[in-house]
């Protein structure tokens, strides 16, 4: 079985300063790893995934995030927190060992940037 | 880029009423998939779509039914809706294979069952 915990269901931060969402993980082997970001009345946007390799992941919009697989982490940062960044995030994952294409996703974290 | 186009954004029904909400995607994807949106819950797997014709279970099937006649479509059936559906319902389309592509989704349909 695989699951996704994001501990915090709101995340306030000032506009400029470093933001980070958490993410951790459970699979029966190894993960694949997504994040995807929510605007109002929209649907889902991907941000960046990790598949394997360097654990720390460049995507879209200047975000990036860190894989730690002792920690069974997948945290999204960014250095320096735009008012546009705010929005409601998922992380998600895929057991790569399962052979099928089926993602789990977290309960989702709102993301609020301070002016 | 990818689009992925669901034909209603807002749907109002009745208690009762047999629902289609439909899905459309332009990239040829293999993949296709059902979600249900809810605040506390995120997405939760209704049915997905390997490819024409064939469909399995997600994780929460039960009152729902999907059809993949063609490639492109994928619709999602409430076969007599209850007011628990009321809900945000999302769709996405993937390619399968070795390159481990994301999930593309529509802007949903928010569909209330009064």
């Known amino acids: 079985a695989q699951s996704v915990a994001q501990p915090e269901d709101q995340v306030n931060v000032a506009e400029g300063n470093p933001l980070t969402v958490k993410c951790t993980y459970s699979?029966?082997?190894?993960?694949?790893l997504f994040w995807y970001v929510q605007y109002p009345n929209r649907g889902l946007q991907f941000l960046l995934k990790y598949i394997t390799g360097d654990n720390l992941v460049k995507g879209s919009y200047g975000f990036e995030a860190e894989f730690n697989k002792s920690q069974t982490s997948f945290h999204l940062k960014k250095p320096s927190a735009l008012v546009s960044d705010s929005a409601l995030y998922f992380c998600a994952v895929r057991d790569q060992d399962f052979g099928n294409e089926k993602l789990t996703f977290g309960t989702g974290t709102r993301l609020t940037i301070i002016p | 880029d990818v689009k992925v186009t669901q034909s209603s954004r807002y749907l109002v029904k009745r208690t009762g009423e047999k629902v289609f909400l439909e899905c459309v995607q332009d990239?040829?994807?293999?993949?296709m998939f059902w979600y249900r949106q809810d605040p506390g819950l995120g997405l939760r797997l209704i049915y997905f779509s390997y490819d024409v014709k064939m469909k399995e279970k997600g994780d929460i099937p039960e009152g729902y039914s999907v059809s993949r006649e063609k490639k492109e479509r994928f619709s999602l059936i409430l076969e007599s809706a209850s007011t628990n559906q009321t809900s945000m319902y999302l769709c996405?389309?993937?390619?399968?294979?070795?390159?481990?592509?994301?999930?593309?989704f529509g802007d949903g349909t928010r569909l209330s069952i009064l």
């Open positions: 990239m040829d994807h293999e993949n």
């Open positions: 699979v029966s082997g190894n993960p694949y």
């Open positions: 996405a389309s993937s390619s399968p294979g070795g390159r481990v592509e994301p999930q593309h």
